[in-house]
């Protein structure tokens, strides 16, 4: 069930979000090892956000996934930064991103939780 929420204050273009959606969903699913079938991404650009005093380009991310591994937050936190980077020009010092591994009984999906 990993999810990945992105908030930028970036534009995106309309004609531009769903390639974004589907790379960063294929990014998700290969560094986790999981199919890509269990991945949600929601994209919200062009918010109003202030980081440091200053609205140059940034991002706020949250990424969910049950049975996250505590080890594995630091090379996560580099794959997703340079996908920021690549596809949003966001740099890695402007990017907060938030690792959450919920409890199963916490979490629904399909009528029943996991």
């Known amino acids: 069930m990993p999810m990945l929420i992105i908030q930028t204050n970036v534009e995106t273009p309309a004609d531009h979000r769903k390639k974004i ?31 440091a ?11 969910k996934s049950l049975g996250l591994p505590e080890e594995r937050t630091s090379g996560l936190s580099a794959d997703l930064c340079y996908f920021m980077e690549a596809r949003f020009g966001v740099p890695p010092e402007r990017v907060y991103i938030e690792f959450t591994s919920p409890p199963r009984h ?7 939780t996991f």
């Open 21 to 51: 959606l589907e790379d960063v969903s294929s990014v998700v699913a290969k560094i986790l090892g999981k199919p890509e079938s269990y991945v949600m991404v929601i994209l919200k650009s062009k918010m109003d956000m202030l980081f």
């Open 53 to 63: 005093g200053d609205t140059a380009p940034l991002a706020y991310l949250e990424f």
């Open 106 to 112: 916490l979490f629904g999906w399909n009528g029943r």
